[in-house]
Nanobody, 121 residues
Framework: QVQLVESGGGLVQPGGSLRLSCAAS????????MGWYRQVPGNQRELVAL???????NYTDSVKGRFTISRDNAKKTVYLQMNSLKPEDTAVYYC???????????????WGQGTQVTVSS
């Protein structure tokens, strides 16, 4: 019923920029916190940024000043603008949303499928 669909990943050179999008669809009663996480093979999934329904954002230290998370509540979409990208930003990026779906009537976390971001020369 509920899906989070990501887009915007790809290959970019160091210093370049990418903008990730994640749109929620389905029968959704409400959406709370949305966020972006990233994961490389063999590593734990790492929190990148979070944004509340009211637009208050938090970032992990390694991306502060370079990444910006935003959301469009009308479109049920969260974005991650990534500037000054570094090779260490290379990972699969996942979006997450805490929401109440019409089916479950309970608050649960939902994950996107992930989108690959590769920063390389």
């Amino acid at each position: 019923q509920v899906q989070l669909v990501e887009s915007g990943g790809g290959l970019v050179q160091p210093g370049g920029s990418l903008r990730l999008s994640c749109a929620a669809s389905g029968s959704i009663f409400s959406i709370g916190v949305m966020g972006w996480y990233r994961q490389v093979p063999g590593n734990q999934r790492e929190l990148v940024a979070l944004i509340t329904g009211g637009g208050s954002a938090n970032y992990t230290d390694s991306v502060k000043g370079r990444f910006t998370i935003s959301r469009d509540n009308a479109k049920k979409t969260v974005y991650l603008q990534m500037n000054s990208l570094k090779p260490e930003d290379t990972a699969v990026y996942y979006c997450k949303a805490g929401l109440v779906s019409a089916r479950t009537r309970t608050y649960n976390d939902y994950w996107g499928q992930g989108t690959q971001v590769t920063v390389s020369s």
